[in-house]
């Protein structure tokens, strides 16, 4: 190991590179100024320069979702700090293993209201796993060793390691030794799996006759979609996936129900409130999924395998909690089920099964609506996604932002593979989608990355177009453009007697097409159907360069169905003048 | 029903910030909160008393359990524990109440004012303010609860 004299500076950027990163993505300012020289002097890390530090966390995060590695993001003090935030809660939320790193002022100067000056650890504490102040240059390797660990292990999330600017100083060296092994007394997440309850699972799996399985985003976090998917084979039980957990089961497969929960199918929802046991794994029951949690579910018995114990029974009561690793528990639970050659309900399972096909062919989604051509002379959001998804054969990586065409591209958009899908469900970012799909990019240079997004959430990280050209980034935008913040806009139609307010833009749009060809990009406009199915496969073949296809779809479009707020899961609109109750 | 939670946490700037912003984030209420080093100078010992039912109970000491500074906690009120709370009261020599303390609580005199020292558990320090309460104390300081487990378990860690 390289042990010469370092500044604090090169020690980061060292630790960095012995950490595995090759890429980080940042902004630079006065406070970070030093460790951008270190930088410029080395070959190891390549720095991406976005065009807000909002930008380059959600780049971070998007690159940490679709490769399972933590991302990295720097920002200076002050601001810097301060707009890396959004970013920061987006991880947090969805439980990404993130660094960050922010610049400070001089340790003298800390407390004094100094310029560009704010307290990081502060403001980002309730919404990072942990964050570290450095207080002595020494301290940088040791530092970042815990921080990467700490971001990678258990239930990951984003760490904040905030750097005041004497410590990067070039002129004051030391000599650098990386530590080999991180070793803290008050943290020790559950690893491998938790065997304690596993025979007991066994014993209410084999006696289940309306069973379901339902993940969420902790399976495909933990690479575990492999072993959820034999477990689901070797039971012939249904699955729904949370839009987290979208991937971990082939979407694709006739075993799938779809996504559950506010805009889940209707065979899922019907699933989870009609059955005998829930298999919940690597998801949190939150209030997208449950609705009335004291309705939810109350016939069935819930074995909960989730690697965070606060996240078990605190929502709903965990007849069986399973507190470890998902992949590791799921294997041990496939083990316990072939070791005592298991025979389920098997009369009672196919009749389940049955059940959620008449549901299915009663009230599910219609996946052929492309084939439908123009409904009223407009294009129907859905049609979008189908054809984008058959244009990409189902293989695309799909960011999002945050709406309805985010719910449309999780109902529509079949993901075979975890990690394939990135989203951000839990804080629900709009301005995520063209950042992380940077991310994603970089990762995977040879894959078509695209991005769903409406013209409200584009606009929030819009100045990304900028980067994309700098890196060459092809990324494919596929523009809902519904000339109004749709969800906001359905929920004002349902709830507010379809008072609009400040929901639409009274044709202050911008030309998107213009807009991107400024940037040195491709746009294509589409208004009309039959221009749809060409314009996509244009935008697809454009392999080297950034397209944004602008399509105009129909305004009035609602996403269902959509789970009544207060009741149980079975209460659904499925259309704007149906419903199940 | 009150609940009395003990923690030991690196002692190291941010994480008592850590645990008490916990508590606002997660709208769980403080009712009293003691911090103070132990004889390993490495760690803060924190006892914090709260209402909540079982479940809530639960949930608080399963979130400050993953705070990464915390190093263990423990729900004294599981099992059998002691509870003291210390408090100090100030009387003007005219308003001493000398039918309730004798001379082994008085901590301070002069002749205008007298301080006396009281230990108990909360709830007899409370009784005792609601008895003293019509000879007009000047002031009432209450340190918050401290606890310890009644048994052979401790809050320790072995270095």
């Known amino acids: 190991m390289d042990k010469s004299n370092k500044s604090g500076a090169e020690a980061l950027i060292h630790s960095l590179h012995l950490e595995g990163v090759d890429l980080m993505f940042g902004y630079p300012g006065g406070a970070a100024l030093h460790i951008y020289d270190a930088i410029f002097n080395q070959n190891y890390v390549d720095h991406i320069l976005v065009r807000h530090e909002q930008g380059a966390v959600h780049a971070a995060d998007g690159y940490a979702r679709a490769t399972g590695k933590p991302g990295v993001a720097l920002v200076t003090s002050g601001p810097g700090a301060t707009n890396a935030i959004t970013g920061l809660a987006t991880a947090y939320m969805d439980s990404t293993p993130i660094v ?56 990951k999330g984003p760490v904040v390691i905030d750097i005041p600017k004497d410590f990067t100083d070039p002129e004051y060296k030391f000599e650098f030794n990386y530590p080999t092994e991180v070793n803290m007394r008050s943290y020790n997440p559950p690893e491998g799996a938790d065997t304690s309850r596993i025979k007991e699972a066994a014993d209410l799996i084999a006696t289940a006759k309306r069973p ?84 939810f ?13 606060a996240s078990v029974s605190k929502i709903i009561h965990a007849d069986i909690p ?31 099964n049955e059940q959620i096909k008449n549901w299915r062919d009663a009230h599910g989604l219609n996946h052929s609506l492309l084939e439908m051509g123009a409904q009223n002379g407009k294009i129907l959001p859905q049609q979008v996604i189908q054809s984008l998804y058959k244009e990409t054969n189902g293989e695309a990586f799909v960011t999002s932002d945050v709406g309805q065409h985010q719910m449309f591209a999780a109902q529509y958009y079949h993901f ?12 629900g970012t709009m ?105 996509m496969k244009e935008c697809i073949s454009l392999k080297d360069k950034l397209v944004f296809l602008d399509v105009d779809v129909d305004p009035n479009e609602h996403v269902y169905p959509m789970l009544e707020a207060g009741n149980a899961m079975d209460h659904m609109r499925l259309s704007k003048d149906e419903k199940t109750w | 029903m009150k609940r009395v939670i003990a923690l030991l946490m690196e002692n190291q700037p941010g994480a008592l910030s850590r645990v008490v912003g916990l508590f606002s984030q997660r709208g769980y209420n403080i009712e009293t909160l003691v911090v103070a080093p132990t004889n390993d100078a ?69 002749n205008k004012i007298i301080n006396v020292q009281v230990v108990g558990t909360s709830s007899e320090l409370d009784k005792l303010i609601s008895e003293i309460d019509t000879n007009n104390p000047v002031e009432i300081v209450r340190s918050g609860s401290l606890g310890i487990s009644s048994d052979e378990k401790t809050l320790t860690i072995e270095n």
């Open chain 1, 100 to 155: 960050v790193i922010s610049g400070q002022v001089k340790s003298n100067l800390i407390g004094t209201d100094s310029f560009q000056e704010t307290d990081m650890i502060g403001v980002s504490r309730p919404i990072v796993k942990h964050s570290f102040l450095v207080q002595r240059a020494e301290d940088i390797p040791d530092i970042v060793k815990k921080a990467f660990h700490i971001a990678t292990t258990g239930r």
């Open chain 1, 212 to 295: 379901v399985i339902y993940s969420g985003g902790g399976v495909n976090q933990n690479n575990a979609s492999e072993e959820l998917t034999a477990l689901a084979k070797l039971l012939n039980f249904p699955v729904t996936n949370t839009l987290m957990g979208l991937g971990a089961f082939p979407g694709s497969d006739p075993q799938f129900m779809g996504m559950l929960g506010m805009h889940g199918t209707y065979q899922a929802n019907m699933a989870m409130h009609n059955a005998d046991l829930i298999i919940a794994v690597g998801a949190r029951f939150d209030d997208r999924i449950t609705n009335d949690p004291n309705q």
């Open chain 1, 297 to 309: 579910a109350l016939s069935a018995k819930k074995i909960h395998i989730d690697v965070d114990p």
């Open chain 1, 322 to 352: 399973i507190v470890g690793s998902a992949k590791e528990s799921l294997t041990a639970l496939i083990e316990e089920l072939k070791s005592r050659d298991l025979k389920t309900n098997e009369s009672d399972i196919s009749e389940w």
């Open chain 1, 416 to 427: 075979d593979k975890p990690r394939q899908w990135i989203n951000s469900g839990g804080l």
């Open chain 1, 431 to 535: 301005g995520f989608g063209l950042p992380s799909a940077m991310g994603v990019q970089l990762a995977y240079p040879e894959s078509i990355v695209s991005c769903v997004t409406g013209e409200g959430s584009i606009q929030m990280c819009i100045q990304e177009l900028s980067t994309c050209l700098q890196y060459g980034l092809p990324i494919k935008i596929i523009n809902l453009n519904n000339a109004a913040l749709g969800m906001v806009k359905q929920w004002q139609d349902m709830q507010y007697g379809g008072r609009h307010s400040s929901s639409t833009y009274e044709n202050s749009l911008p030309d998107f097409v213009a807009l991107t060809e400024s940037y040195g990009h491709v746009g294509i406009k589409v208004s009309k159907f039959d221009e749809l199915e060409s314009a």
């Open chain 2, 42 to 110: 490495t760690l803060s010992r924190l006892t914090m008393s709260t209402e909540g039912d079982e479940k809530v109970v639960e949930q608080i000491t399963k979130q400050l359990d993953k705070l990464i500074d915390v190093v263990m906690v423990t729900n004294l009120s599981e099992s059998e524990f002691v509870e003291r709370e210390l408090m100090l009261i100030k009387f003007t020599k005219d308003s001493f109440p000398e039918n309730v303390f004798d001379e082994s609580n008085i901590v301070s005199k002069n």
